[in-house]
Structure formats: C-alpha cells, structure tokens
C-alpha cells in the first residue's frame, strides 16, 4: 500500500479515538461527574476518565503500524497547542503510561514491608493513590486540547481526500 494511503488509514483510526474521547470528556463536564458526589458518581467519573485518557492517547502511543497503516499519529497535529497545552498533553500521556493501561509501580510509588504476625511473615504493601479525579478546569482544558488536535487531523483528511479516485477502496 502507498505511503498517502497509509496516512489516510492513520488519520482516519486517529480521527475515531480523538472523537471517541471528545465524547467521554463532553459527558464528564455535562453531568458534573468529576464532583463525585457519591460513590457511583465516582465510579462511572472514574470509568470515564480511563475511556478518555486512553482514546485520545492511543493515536500517540506507537500503535503496531501494520503494512496497511502507519504505528502512529504525526505529532504535527500537536504543533497548534500552547507550552502549558503541550505540558498537559504530555502530563496526560503519563497518566496513560503509568497508571491507567498499565501497572507501573513506579508510577504509584509502591512499597512493600515484610512483618512478623504473630509468628508468620506477611507482606504489606502500600501506594499513594495516582488515581485521583481531574478537576473540571483540568477537563476544559482537556477538551481544548482534543478539540485542536480533531481540528488538525480533520483538516489533513479533507486536504488528502482529493488524491484518491471514486470508488477508491483500501
């Protein structure tokens, strides 16, 4: 497959997560979820905010390129974000990497003790919790960014468009 298709297929799988996550966000800031005003208000926020991270991440995460498409979203689809945008996009990803798709110990400064109860070794661990709810200015924030960042792509696949013929399929 030519390298314009290959693009194309990236900006469209983009495209998808960047609104998918639009999506997650606008339902937080609609229904006030990040207040977490009780138990499940914290959960489904909590649910929401994993959905979200990880949709507009995926895009920049160095996706398996296979030969139908490329691994990842070219990061010129960041260039229309302001220093403190760009620090929150990375602050985001690290979120991602670190507490949400993975386990990282690092990430939530995991120790563990051994003890003697009573005669028996037991381990007991302890973390603080990385887990913490974004505030509703953080989620704005948030939805500027992935508005600029749809805006971007949007505007790479109508310029695109024009290369292929009708009837087209790849």
Same mark, same amino acid.
């Given at each position: ?67 139908? /498409? #490329?691994?990842? %979203?070219?990061?010129? &689809?960041?260039? *229309?974000?302001? !220093?403190?945008?760009? $620090?929150?996009?990375?602050? =985001? ?36 919790? /990385? #887990?913490?709810? %974004?505030?509703?200015? &953080?989620?704005? *924030?948030?939805? !500027?960014?992935?508005? $600029?960042?749809?805006?971007? =792509? ?17």
């Amino acid at each position: 497959m030519d390298e314009n298709k290959k693009t194309f297929r990236r900006l469209v799988l983009s495209s998808d997560d960047i609104r998918q996550a639009k999506r997650f966000v606008k339902f937080i800031l609609k229904n006030e979820l990040y207040l977490e005003i009780n138990a499940d208000q914290g959960l489904i926020n909590r649910s929401m905010q994993i959905s979200a991270i990880i949709s507009y991440i995926r895009p920049f995460s160095g996706n398996r390129g296979k030969n139908d /498409t #490329f691994g990842k %979203l070219d990061k010129k &689809h960041l260039n *229309k974000l302001t !220093e403190d945008e760009l $620090k929150f996009h990375c602050h =985001i990803k690290g979120l991602r990497d670190q507490v949400f798709a993975h386990t990282d110990s690092e990430g939530r400064d995991l120790k563990i003790n051994i003890t003697d109860f009573s005669g028996t070794k037991t381990a007991v661990s302890s973390s603080r919790n /990385t #887990f913490a709810p %974004l505030s509703q200015e &953080h989620w704005v *924030k948030f939805l !500027e960014i992935i508005n $600029k960042v749809d805006s971007s =792509i949007t505007q790479d696949i109508v310029d695109m468009q024009s290369q292929f013929r009708k009837n087209d399929s790849f």
